[in-house]
């Protein structure tokens, strides 16, 4: 039985205040119980709906075989690794994944994590220190900025894919200074690409590396598949390459691929690698089966992309606003969090969830309703979650 008594009366003051302060600003978040599998539509609090913000981009998640693999695998190795991987030694369905991997993105080796958020966190820190300069995309995710800042270098900012601003801080920094250019492949909450050719030829001008976040990129984007840097052409300009296997793959976990001696380096110097429990097998062996199906189906992605066609088609046709969108991320831009929050009830009433997405996740005044589709989703489905959106959009006067 623990020691410590209840928590004071004020704690529990300060803890209501601050939820108060939340709700009033309308952004209080709450979790949500679903009761079936991740899917095109989803049994939510006793109802079936259209689900448009999952991330699992190809349907894997539920893919039989995927599902298969990681039963397998719990059933010979168990449900957990047991400790760090330095502790207790490397199961064999993560050395599995782990050389998939590095054979999909062409390079000697790879490491994983139990998230990717452990992997930036990690990796960052390991290669930059105090000493050391980075410049991050304004709309880097939050575990980049995390991991930027526990790096302990000297950081800074520059406008989302501005590369003259980009070049400006380059040339300001002090002379000789090691420097890490971060950023996403994918932006997560605008569903545009990052400009990886011109980022390269800075980095190559300027003598910088590059560190990208490829975790939406990977499995959806280049011609194959491997993600951002393929899209881009990149590939061989940009030696370690990190995405996660929670998207596309339907998995869980994060990764970093590249020379053998950047992820032995990785191994010996990554502290959220080093102090953290393996990944569970079943997650692994499920990630390594789905990046079987992702080289050997091409249709899926096809399918993804296609439906992403006909949503966003039917949406621009509607006037909605969807920014910059290249990808199946496809944000309405609403504004202020309470327009938000009253179109993400009104779909949900009407059988589409879809929540709203608000600060600090995405900068002031730009609060927004992120459609995600899937290859899973049907014509059907999207034809009718587009005549929910455009009840809800009129509603509120958005289109």
Known sequence: MSNLGPLPEAH?????????????????????????????????????????????????????????????????YGAGSGAARLVCGSLMPHHTLEAALARFKGTEAALTFASGYLANIGAIPALIGKDGF???????????????????????????????????????????TRTLIVTDGLFSMDGDIAPMQDIAELAERYDAMIYVDDAHGTGILGRTGRGTLEHCEVEARIPFHMG?????????????????????????????FTYTTAPNPGSAAAAAAALQIIEHEPERRIRLWENRARLAQGLLRLGFDLAASQSPILPIIVG????????????????????????????????????????????????????????????????
């Open 134 to 176: 980075i410049l991050a995309d304004r709309l880097c995710h939050a575990s980049l900025i995390d991991g930027c800042r526990l790096s302990g270098a000297m950081f800074r900012v520059y406008h989302h894919s501005d590369m003259h601003h980009l070049e400006r801080l380059l040339a300001r920094r002090p002379a000789g």
């Open 244 to 272: 996660t296997l929670s998207k596309a793959l339907g998995s869980s976990g994060g990764y970093l691929t590249g020379s053998a001696s950047f992820i032995a380096y990785l191994v010996n110097t990554c502290r959220s």
């Open 336 to 399: 202020t969090p309470d327009r938000a929050m009253t179109m993400a009830q009104s779909l949900f009433a009407h059988g589409v969830y879809a929540p709203a997405i608000r600060p600090p996740t995405v900068p002031p005044a730009t609060s927004r309703i992120r459609l995600t589709i899937t290859a899973d989703h049907t014509p059907e489905l999207i034809d009718r979650a587009l005549v929910i959106l455009e009840q809800a959009g009129r509603a509120i006067n958005l289109i």
């Open 12 to 76: 529990h003051l300060m803890f209501d205040q601050h939820l108060r302060k939340l709700q009033d600003q309308n952004l209080l978040r709450r979790l949500r119980t679903i009761d079936s599998a991740t899917g095109p539509t989803v049994v939510l609090e006793g109802r079936e709906v259209i689900l448009l913000s999952s991330n699992n981009y190809l349907g894997l998640a539920t893919h039989p075989t995927v599902v298969a693999a990681a039963i397998a695998a719990t059933r010979q």
